[in-house]
Every structure is written in C-alpha cells, then in structure tokens.
C-alpha cells in the first residue's frame, strides 16, 4: 500500500527540525562538555541548553515585532550565547571557542528513530525540511548526520519565522503544491496549528524526551490533528509508506 | 588526498544544472517522442527542444528588464510552450497534454557521468545546485533520477536569474561562506564569468553534445578558469575529492 491509498491528495510532508527530527537538548550539552574539556570553563550544560531554547522564541519576537530586522538564526543564536557567557561566567572563552559552541545547533544528532523513518517515508512522497534554522545551519545539519530531504525550505528564505502563515504558504507554493497537498509533521501544537490554518494537513509526533529524560506527556488535545503517531516508522506506517 | 589540499579555501561546490549535470535535449525530444506516441499529434521534437531552449533567455531577460514581474521557471516555459504549440501545429493537445509535457523538464536525466562523480565531489565538499531552475522543478529532478544534492539554491529563492551577480552573492550567504570558498561548475562559460565576478572559483566541465551528437569544442579560452574537466569524475579528481 503506498501512502497514496491513505492519504491520496499528500505528496509532500515538511518537518520541523528542533526537537521533532533532531535532539538539540542532549546534543547542545554534549558539546558543552566537549567544550569543558578542551578549556577547563565549565557550567551545567543541561541549565545552559535549557536557557539557550527558552531565549529562541522571545529573540524570533524581536524580529517579528520589528524590533529587529530579519536576522538569521545562526545570529540570534548568537546573541542569546553572547547573554550567556556573561549569565554563566563563560568570559574564559576565547572568540573562537564561542563562534565554534554557536555552531552547535548545525550538529545536533537526530532522534534514533529518525532517519529510518525519513528513509520510508521518502519512498513514497517528497520530504522537506520546513524549519526556522537558517539554510547552512540545515544543510550542515543534514550532511553531518545523513538526513536524507529532498528539499530544505528554511525561514531565511520567506524571510519571516514559523509559526508565521507565509512561512507555510511559502513552502507549498515552492513545492508547487496546495495546501492540502503537503503534511506538517511536529511535535509541536503550535506549529500544526499554523500550517492547519493555511490549510495543510498535519501530523503529531510524540517526542517526550525533548526537554530530558522525564518523560512528559503532551497536555494538548491531539485529535484535532490528521495522524498522531509515536514516531517516524509509525508515522511511515499511518501513512502507508 | 582530500579537496583540502588542492584547494584549500573550498568549502561547497555550487552546479549549474541543465547541460552542465543533465541532458536537457535529449530528455525533452524523448518526451515529445512519447507524447507523440500517446497522441498520435507529431512535430521534428529535437527542433521543439532547440527552439524552446533557445527562447529561455530572451524570456529570463523579460525579467531582468522588467517587461515581467518576477516569474518562475515553469511559467516562462509553460509561456514558450503556448508559442511552440501554435508555431509547431500542435493545437490538438489538450491542456492536460499541454501542463504534463512543460513539465518534462522536471524529468531530465544527467550525464552518464554526473551521479558518480557527485557522489566523490560529496565526500569531501558541499555540493549544491545553483540553477534558473524553480525549486520544485529541482526538487522533482533530483528526487527522479537521484541527484544527491546537499542543498538546492534556485534563482526562485533570489528572485533574479543567472547570470545576475545577485544569485551567486545570495548563494555564497546561504551556505553562510565567503564568494572565494565557493567553486562554480558549470558548462557555460557566461555563468563562470558572472561567478568569478563576484569571487567565485571557477570549473568549466565540458559537454561538447550538449546541442545534439556533433561534439561541439568550446570555443572560448578556458586558460582563465581555475579548473577544466572533461566530465565530473575528472573534476572529482582534480580536486582531490
């Protein structure tokens, strides 16, 4: 059964990146340790992954309410790190070691299950990657570990950040596709709802560990979404890929 | 040996796409060829394919002058089909006919060398197509015949055509590096001109059948490019890859 029989008007799926296909949390404090090993300067890298996540939507904000002007993610990632050099008493890192840390985020390893499943699913439909990385952050990303999308659509190309509606409206139209054409896939309420509102079709993915080890269940309704599954292979198998 | 070491600087090899990694004449004749067997509505295909190449750039310069808006590949062959249709007798073709052949250059296939050697380039660099192509276009294209593309930058995404310095400059900030680590790859020597213009390196490949069987030798000096091969093994090789 191809994924055609299920879901016969999809023939694209976009995916959020941070915390759906990639775990950034363990990934940003593993280089934190590496980090302390090289130079001696250390911190609780799990706090200070935390705080660098927690800082992404209030800086995208900055843009969005034209505090700032389009600034790119590997920048305000960066802003937020010159924040927490001094937050965390980092100051013994050299520019080198911190503009190197700051490219953390174009090395975070996918969850287990990930690849494999992108791998089906691709059989079947075109796969994107629809993320508010920036396009070297993604294309980075996807050559160190071996993500295999047929299309990376960034924000930096619309120019605006996810959940803002061009941002979906802009990938369909580069996909040359309607709406009702491509399925979101996030683990992220509020990024299904943003492409629901265009008019994609979306998919929930359950990914507990995102924020650490303690497993939390997501409080939000899910049936509103078109598929809920618990991972990628799952999500391959709703989909009939 | 690895690319490094006989080019140091370079980070990403950036392809022009159609002649320089596929065949575009022969594609589009071999579709013509199976519309004509579907429906029975008949015309010299590989006259079709020179005309309807031909017109690409005059209609890319209705853009740039600004006698059009911004438009896409896809509409500026779908606008040179309509004339080829009525220049070529073709009126017979329903419209369906008419949008499935403009797409036939979604379906082009590579040079018998280009995979393999994309596959060595991709060891050691980025790879990336650089093209007037639309992304969909693109996307369709790699995902057909496997161009292993690490990124896809399409003139769409500038929003201005090759040989426009923009489109390099653009390219060069999206895979976040300077003009001068950035190797353009390209069988026309315009679109290297316009790439060294702007700090790009150069590699001119040959595809002396790129307008039919009689091989076609370059009549430009090439002393002035930093690499010339005669397919993309040997540019593999040249580089070290």
New interface residues.
Partial sequence: MSSLDKFPGIKALTFDVFGTVVDWRSSIIAEGKALEAKTGIGADWAVVADHWRACYTPYMDKVRNGELPWTNL?TLHRMILDEIVIKFDLQGLSEEEIAEFNLAWHRLNPWPDAIQGLERIRKSS?I?ALSNG???LL?DM??HVGLPW???ISA??ARHYKPDAIVYEKAAQ????KPAQVMMVATHVIDLEAAAGVGFKTAFVHRPFEYGKERRVSEFKLERFDLVAENFPELASLIGA
């Fill in positions: 590997d075109t994107a920036n396009v070297s294309v996807a050559k047929d299309s990376i930096e190309v580069l996909l040359r596709l």
